[in-house]
């Protein structure tokens, strides 16, 4: 009965979708037409997950174990959510099992995040201001986060090399961030587009991580140039 009722519910939802292609661009009707055949899109409405990212991080915690009961997290440009309700589960931070240590996530975004039980959110805040290290320091137990997390990018401008430049960019900004709060042994996960400058970003990350490895998730769409570099055994840098 219940799969009766989820697939009855996706034929409504795909026949709502289908009355709203009318009057759109062919590119607002392409993109339309990707999300209806998408599977990971379909799982995130069953699943409830904000959106179908969550499959990547879930795919990559799966196979390494990155988050943990008892963890701290910080998730980088974390809106709409979707990756924080996944290290809410893992790291138990909304205490759904008593028996298991209780995990710290704590979301950071330019934009505006909705609630989440579990969470704690710094929305409309920059991930490279200071003001916000200082609130992620009053935040995070002890002031050290054992996991980051970047699903984090630039609006896309529609010139392939510029965006690819703008994230490498700010991936950059998350090892200044690790130097503050991330604990030695600690892993950082941070996506970025294919191009001539990942090497640098990746020798920047193998400096002060033991272990830097490339990973491309099934939830990936094959045409996209998006990666995710999984960087562990953090080291500080020694002055």
């Known amino acids: 009965m219940w799969c009766f009722s989820l697939q009855r519910r996706a034929f409504h939802s795909s026949l709502c979708s289908l009355k709203k292609l009318k009057g759109k661009t062919p590119a607002e009707q392409r993109w339309m037409l990707r999300q209806l055949k998408d599977p990971y899109v379909k799982a995130s409405h069953a699943q409830n997950f904000r959106c179908r990212s969550a499959f990547k991080l879930l795919e990559i915690d799966d196979k390494f174990r990155l988050l943990q009961p008892g963890h701290s997290v910080v998730d980088c440009g974390a809106a709409p959510g979707a990756w924080s309700q996944v ?13 298991l240590p209780f995990g710290t996530v704590v979301g950071i975004d330019l934009l505006n995040i909705p609630p989440l039980d579990g969470a704690h959110f710094l929305s409309n805040h920059d991930v490279t201001d200071p003001a916000t290290h200082a609130k992620l320091l009053e935040l995070l137990p002890g002031g050290q986060a054992h996991v980051i997390l970047s699903d984090m990018a630039p609006n896309a401008s529609g010139f392939r090399e510029m965006d ?4 490498i960019t700010m991936c950059v900004t998350l090892i200044d961030l690790a130097e503050k709060i991330l604990q030695p042994g600690g892993s950082l996960l941070c996506k ?4 001539i ?14 272990s830097v490895q490339t990973l491309k998730p099934h939830a990936s769409r094959k045409d996209s140039a998006e990666r ?3 960087a562990r055994m953090y080291r500080k840098p020694v002055k």
Not at 87 to 93: F, I, L, P, Y
């Open 228 to 230: 995710y570099f999984f």
């Open 197 to 210: 400058l990942a090497h640098k970003l990746q020798e920047k990350l193998s400096s002060v991580f033991s």
């Open 192 to 195: 970025y587009w294919d191009g």
């Open 87 to 99: 290290a809410v589960q893992k790291v138990n931070s909304a205490g759904t099992d008593p028996e």
């Open 164 to 167: 690819h430049e703008k994230l």
